[in-house]
């Protein structure tokens, strides 16, 4: 079955750039909607935003202005950057899929295993 | 932006105890409104989609209900392995929300 997994720099300093990728194996990129969703260490999660494999994008409004996601279908890999970090910042990042985005549609049937990024000088 | 609320935020409850979780929004969403399992160090897992309908491969002893405001995940005798956090989220619009979550943890 699809698996999804997130890479990138553990560590970030304030003012920086958060940079994850997600790759997707045993199924494939196109024709679904990939999210970032975040998850603070007080349990808390929030969605970020998503990409269609058509490279669409929705995004939180919250975070709109400092989110810019992309897609490469050649190497089945999705990316979040997330500039002019601070420490409010340092959560949990998974990557997941869901089928559509439809009012009514969204759920999201796989994830990442998440990746913590830590804000910090 | 919808605004979810689950209650209560803890639930201790045994073995064979049957439990309800309650979520509730600050509009109406329809039945937009999915419930998703968390345990430590993993990622949250579907259990239930469009309020009532069970993900594949979810056992049939998780249950969900609601429209409009009000929704309800229950769990008719709880498991051993369903001691974890449980998260409502709502796909009526952007931005997509959760609650603040339940943990169902050991009396």
């Known amino acids: 079955q699809v698996q999804l997994q997130e890479s990138g720099p553990g560590l970030v300093k304030p003012s920086e750039t958060l940079s994850l990728t997600c790759t997707v194996s045993?199924?494939?990129?196109?024709?679904?909607?990939w999210s970032w969703i975040r998850q603070f260490a007080g349990k808390g999660l929030e969605w970020i935003g998503r990409?269609?494999?058509?490279?669409?994008?929705n995004f939180n409004p919250s975070l709109k202005s400092r989110v810019t996601m992309s897609i490469d279908t050649s190497k089945n890999q999705f990316s979040l950057k997330l500039s002019s970090v601070t420490a409010a910042d340092t959560a949990t990042y998974f990557c997941a899929r869901s089928l559509s985005s439809a009012a009514g549609e969204v759920q999201w049937d796989f994830w990442g295993q998440g990746a913590l990024v830590t804000v910090s000088s | 932006d919808v605004q979810m609320t689950q209650s209560p935020s803890s639930l201790p409850a045994s073995v064979g105890d049957r439990v309800t979780i309650i979520c509730r929004a600050n509009q109406s969403i329809r039945n937009y409104l999915n419930w998703y399992q968390q345990k430590p160090g993993k990622a949250p897992k579907l259990l239930i989609y469009?309020?009532?309908s069970l993900q594949n491969g979810v056992p049939s002893r998780f249950s969900g209900g609601g429209f409009g405001i009000d929704f309800t995940l229950t769990i008719s005798s709880l498991q051993p392995e369903d001691f974890a956090t449980y998260f409502c989220?709502?796909?009526?619009?952007?931005?997509?929300?959760f609650g603040g979550g339940t943990k169902v943890e050991i009396k």
């Open positions: 990409i269609h494999s058509s490279g669409s994008t």
């Open positions: 469009a309020a009532s």
């Open positions: 045993s199924g494939s990129i196109s024709d679904y909607y």
């Open positions: 989220q709502h796909s009526y619009s952007i931005p997509l929300t």
